[in-house]
């Protein structure tokens, strides 16, 4: 029996009730957060619950819980469910109201709702590098809200399992933007490159890790747009999310990445990332 949390309650899954005329069903009409969660305990959750607040305000949907209140919630959750190592969703929807496009009035009142899943690190890919594809970035132009509305990044993600690569590297015209699900970046001379904060990418809560890593292990940090032809030339890639930690990229379209070997550097902000960890997760399987 798994528990879930509806609203500001934790209740058994089989108690949710959801309306069939929910705008979260609809239109995507929300935004989301996934946090991931070490021996129990949750990781950079406060990022990432200020992440979904300011999510949600931008597109005019006002949690009607406090920050504290939706911390408490998160981690009775955790908690209920005697999750260990997974992963943690919640997402926030306008609410239930007849379909209509624009929002409905005062008087309905926005759906939270989360689950946690039991989900093993990502040890393989850690150690040993996926195969990436360039997509053309087909979303809308506001990637930085946390939206429901993923379809863009659904199709380019099928692409890439298509493929057989395990991330779709996203771009407009020549310029890459971010991975389907992660955030991207190259190493060239002993120089960090990511794409810069904006509209165009989402500010991921693992991506600022990695920056606090570079900065620890006296990696400069570029944070510039970079070219197709150029992510091609780089010493070493990676991508980053909550899901993905630091997964190395050692191939894209066939191209090999420093001939298909996982960087030093790379290597190094790995074992940085293990130290902001919970300290009591045993590792073995990292080199």
Not at 20 to 48: C, L, P, S
Not at 76 to 83: A, G, T
Request: hydrophobic residues 35%.
């Amino acid at each position: 029996m798994g528990y879930s949390l509806w609203n500001d309650k934790i209740v058994k899954d089989e108690e949710i009730v959801i309306d069939k005329e929910d705008r979260g069903y609809q239109f995507g009409d929300g935004v989301y957060e996934v946090i991931k969660v070490y021996n129990g305990e949750m990781f950079t959750a406060k990022e990432h619950i200020d992440r979904f607040y300011k999510s949600a305000e931008k597109i005019r949907i006002t949690v009607p819980y406090t920050k504290d209140k939706l911390h408490m919630l998160l981690h009775q959750l955790v908690e209920e469910n005697e999750l260990n190592t997974g992963n943690l969703y919640f997402q926030i929807t306008r609410g239930t109201a007849s379909r209509n496009h624009h929002f409905p009035g005062d008087t309905v009142l926005p759906v939270l709702t989360g689950n946690v899943k039991e989900s093993p690190r990502p040890l393989e890919n850690k150690e040993k590098g996926v195969k990436a594809t360039f997509v053309e970035d087909i979303r809308w132009l506001r990637c930085d809200i946390k939206s429901l509305n993923l379809l863009g990044a659904v199709l380019a993600k099928q692409e890439a399992h298509e493929k057989g690569c395990y991330e779709a590297i996203l771009h407009r015209g020549d310029i890459i933007t971010e991975g389907s699900s992660t955030n991207v970046f190259g190493i060239k001379n002993g120089i960090l490159y990511t794409h810069p904060i904006n509209n165009l990418i989402l500010d991921g809560i693992t991506r600022r890790v990695v920056l606090t890593c570079a900065k620890e292990v006296n990696l400069p940090v570029k944070e510039t747009a970079f070219t197709k032809s150029e992510i091609l030339q780089m010493d070493e890639v990676f991508v980053s999310s909550t899901t993905s930690e630091i997964t190395p990229v050692t191939e894209i379209d066939g191209t090999k990445i420093n001939n298909g070997v996982i960087g030093e550097w790379t290597r190094k902000l790995q074992a940085q990332f293990e130290t902001k960890i919970p300290s009591n997760f045993q590792v073995t399987d990292i080199k």
